[in-house]
């Protein structure tokens, strides 16, 4: 039973962009690239909350290299669609950075703020080196210089949810994503 299918009835979503099985694929080969270059390197994933977590439990399963696991918290967006490039970062207690090789994974790269001062806070405390691994890249919004080391699926400058995007904090558990009708938030 296709899952993507049913949930797509759902008027709140426009266009389903990417189905279950084509981001598991996507991911098995993300996660194989990522055993590769960290062969023999002791590797400390980093997801970041609360849109990365769903990307970053799958992902960290299709990685066959050892590995630890961690998540922060950031905030770029508050209630809405439109970014904020404050980013607010709050890391666990207990947790250090220092003298880790980091690999951040995040649901979406945007304008880049968010990605940008969470790696530049893992440096500062001390990182080793830091990578980074999004599942979804919106190139056309981009307000800030940063590589990403490790892509999912470049996407068209449309809101979407699913697979831990969300809008108002609904939408994360769709399997899919899935463009946001505009009637949703453009009231
Ligand atoms: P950036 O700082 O503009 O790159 O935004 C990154 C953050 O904004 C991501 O971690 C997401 O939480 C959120 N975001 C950006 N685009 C979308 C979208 O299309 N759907 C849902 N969340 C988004
Ligand atoms: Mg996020």
Redesign the pocket.
């Known amino acids: 039973m296709d899952s993507a299918k049913s949930y797509a009835t759902d008027p709140a979503i426009e266009r389903v962009l990417f189905t279950e099985e084509q981001i598991a694929a996507r991911v098995k080969e993300l996660g194989e690239q990522i055993s590769r270059d960290y062969a023999g390197k002791p590797l400390a994933v980093i997801g970041?909350l609360?849109?990365?977590a769903v990307f970053c439990v799958d992902l960290i399963r299709q990685i066959s290299v050892p590995l630890e696991l961690s998540f922060i918290e950031?905030?770029?967006?508050q209630n809405g669609?439109t970014?904020q490039t404050e980013?607010k970062i709050s890391i666990s207690r207990g947790f250090t950075a220092k003298g880790l090789n980091i690999l951040i994974a995040?649901?979406?790269?945007?304008?880049?703020?968010?990605?940008?001062?969470v790696r530049e806070r893992l440096l500062a405390e001390g990182a080793l080196s830091v990578k980074t691994c999004c599942i979804?890249n919106?190139p056309a919004?981009?307000?800030t210089e940063i590589d990403v080391d490790y892509i999912g699926f470049d996407?068209p400058d449309?809101?979407?949810?699913g697979y831990g995007?969300?809008?108002a904090n609904k939408y994360r558990n769709l399997p899919y994503i899935g463009i946001?009708s505009r009637s949703v938030y453009e009231k």
């Open positions: 970041v609360r849109g990365g950031a905030s770029s967006y669609t970014p980013v995040e649901d979406i790269i945007d304008t880049g703020h968010t990605l940008k001062a979804l919106k919004r981009r307000q996407i449309e809101f979407v949810v995007l969300d809008y946001l």
